[in-house]
């Protein structure tokens, strides 16, 4: 049985910093991917580490402030936050894609998710 389980989100200050863990059982870590929903917003692609963590892909919105890595030895991917805006306000997401289907930023590429964590960024 595959499972996601995210954690890390917190309440913190913009400009401020956090790293979320996405563990991972019943899998083997893959092309891993974290999205975002904003409150009142629909789901959004911020990163994704393409099997064997060599490249990754970012959104614009989070270049240069987010980084996405792995532990293969923990099965476990990471997300590091730095310069937190207000705007990133929302629950946090990992998947994982068993199966390349063409876009790493579409959610519809991913076949597990996590149950999410709330990442909240006070002004």
């Known amino acids: 049985q595959v499972q996601l389980v995210e954690s890390g989100g917190a309440l913190v200050h913009a400009g401020g910093s956090l790293r979320l863990s996405c563990a991972a059982s019943g899998v083997r870590l893959d092309t891993m991917g974290w999205f975002r929903r904003p409150p009142g917003k629909e789901r959004e692609f911020v990163a994704a580490?393409?099997?064997?963590?060599?490249?990754?892909y970012y959104a614009d919105s989070v270049k240069g402030r987010f980084t996405i890595s792995r532990d293969s030895a923990k099965n476990t991917v990471y997300l590091e936050m730095n310069s937190l805006k207000p705007e990133d306000t929302a629950v946090y997401y990992c998947a994982v894609d068993l199966h390349y289907r063409g876009s790493y930023s579409s959610a519809d590429e991913y076949d597990y998710w996590g149950q999410g964590t709330q990442v909240t960024v006070s002004s």
């Open positions: 580490s393409e099997w064997g963590g060599i490249t990754s």
